[in-house]
T-cell receptor, first 110, second 114 residues
Framework: KQEVTQIPAALSVPEGENLVLNCSFTDSAIYNLQWFRQDPGKGLTSLLLIQSSQREQTSGRLNASLDKSSGRSTLYIAASQPGDSATYLCAVDGGNKLVFGAGTILRVKS | DTGVSQDPRHKITKRGQNVTFRCDPISEHNRLYWYRQTLGQGPEFLTYFQNEAQLEKSRLLSDRFSAERPKGSFSTLEIQRTEQGDSAMYLC????????????FGQGTRLTVV
């Protein structure tokens, strides 16, 4: 059974800092990995999708990497801003469904 | 297309009542998923459809829950005889195909059972 773990559970940083969120998964037989953002009481916004054959994806200030063999992914956020404050969720797709971690709550202080 | 749409956004119901939620996926997407999220946790898979066929159901989906996707378009999720433990955010997502494709989520329906 696939299990996804995200570390840290919560993170508070000053504005402008670069930061890394971590995601690990137990079964490397995945099709892709997605990073999502969730604002309080809202749905999920897709940030980045990394196919199983890829090593990384970039979108603006966000860079996500994937090491399928070790079951790890990282989300790097450059020059953090208060508007980046949200919960970040990692999810792996085994073909039929996404399995999510519990998320990292990020607070960027101005 | 405005993305995945869910209705209602919020629902408060008394224990024992039945509730029904609706999801309208992105129009060209043939896969539709339902997830449930409780406070402080990531979403948990409930069920998914490919076109009108319901292909997988989680053990979380007790016999009080039923989902339909008539004609492979919108979907409904009904909960009968609601219990306080059903209080959660119910999220719908859609994708074109599965596995290698990106899933897009709606804004969710927040259910509170009192």
């Amino acid at each position: 059974k696939q299990e996804v773990t995200q570390i840290p559970a919560a993170l508070s940083v000053p504005e402008g800092e670069n930061l890394v969120l971590n995601c690990s998964f137990t079964d490397s037989a995945i099709y892709n990995l997605q990073w999502f953002r969730q604002d309080p009481g809202k749905g999920l916004t897709s940030l980045l999708l990394i196919q199983s054959s890829q090593r990384e994806q970039t979108s603006g200030r966000l860079n996500a990497s994937l090491d399928k063999s070790s079951g790890r992914s990282t989300l790097y956020i450059a020059a953090s801003q208060p508007g980046d404050s949200a919960t970040y969720l990692c999810a792996v797709d085994g073909g039929n469904k996404l399995v999510f971690g519990a998320g990292t709550i990020l607070r960027v202080k101005s | 297309d405005t993305g995945v749409s869910q209705d209602p956004r919020h629902k408060i119901t008394k224990r024992g009542q039945n509730v029904t939620f609706r999801c309208d996926p992105i129009s060209e997407h043939n896969r539709l998923y339902w997830y449930r999220q409780t406070l402080g946790q990531g979403p948990e898979f409930l069920t998914y459809f490919q076109n009108e066929a319901q292909l997988e159901k989680s053990r979380l989906l007790s016999d009080r829950f039923s989902a339909e996707r008539p004609k492979g378009s919108f979907s409904t999720l009904e909960i009968q005889r609601t219990e306080q433990g059903d209080s959660a955010m119910y999220l719908c997502a859609s994708s074109y195909g599965g596995g290698y494709t990106e899933a897009f989520f709606g804004q969710g329906t927040r259910l509170t059972v009192v």
